[in-house]
């Protein structure tokens, strides 16, 4: 069956980087966009930027261009996104999710806890 | 501020029938289609709708959406206490060139 297993949670200090990694299984990895979505405790959902692992192409929102970063290995069915400059602003519950154009995103990670603390 | 405007509570009984609302703006909702999600304490978002009024398989069909210009709807027929959740929005921003979620509704099921 689909699964999208993302790495553990992570505690940065202020100003470090989080690289959370999102592994694919049950489909053809590179057939399926990866949207990174992200969850503040209490808040709602905030899309974070999508990378097609068919090529690498990536977009994100003004607010974190700059700042993230996504990459893939198709090798390992696996896709990675680092957030760079960490406040206690990105403390967050990281999502990725899979998503075919025009589908929506049918599959999601089950979350990586990101906690920025000094 | 989110893009997607939704209120932030609505409630119902078992039975009824429940409409949350999604409001947007011509370069989001107004132009394209717009997805649904739902999603318990604790545990990932789950799609409920995408493009607009399509269910994904498993998906029961007590749950609809619909739009009409800058607007969507998603409607929750004969409530149920498990439909007790956060529900979400989100459609692509031709501006933005992202995709843009509302700020959630919780549903009470009194």
């Known amino acids: 069956q689909v699964q999208l297993v993302q790495s553990g949670a992570e505690v940065k200090k202020p100003g470090a980087s989080v690289k959370v990694s999102c592994t694919a299984s049950g489909y053809t990895f590179t057939a399926y966009t990866i949207h990174w979505v992200r969850q503040a405790p209490g808040q709602g959902l905030e899309w974070m930027g999508r990378i097609n692992p068919n090529g690498g192409d990536t977009n994100s929102p003004p607010k974190f261009q700059g700042r993230v970063t996504m990459t893939r290995d198709t090798s390992i069915s696996t896709a990675y996104m680092e957030l760079s400059r960490l406040t206690s602003d990105d403390t967050a519950v990281y999502y990725c999710?899979?998503?075919?154009?025009?589908?929506?995103?049918?599959?999601w990670g089950r979350g990586t806890q990101v906690t920025v603390s000094s | 501020q989110s893009m997607l405007t939704q209120p932030p509570s609505a409630s119902g009984t078992p039975g009824q029938r429940v409409t949350l609302s999604c409001s947007g703006s011509?370069?989001?909702?107004?132009?394209?289609?717009v997805n649904w999600y739902q999603q318990f304490p604790g545990t990932a978002p789950k799609l409920l709708i995408y493009?607009?009024?399509q269910r994904p398989s498993g998906v029961p069909d007590r749950f609809s959406g619909s739009k009409s210009g800058t607007s969507a709807s998603l409607a929750i027929s004969g409530l149920q206490s498990e439909d007790e959740a956060d529900y979400y929005c989100?459609?692509?921003?031709?501006?933005?060139?992202?995709?843009?979620f509302g700020g959630g509704t919780k549903l009470t099921v009194l």
């Open positions: 989100a459609a692509w921003d031709d501006i933005l060139n992202g995709l843009v």
């Open positions: 493009n607009t009024n």
């Open positions: 011509s370069s989001n909702l107004g132009s394209g289609s």
């Open positions: 999710a899979r998503e075919r154009s025009g589908t929506g995103e049918d599959s």
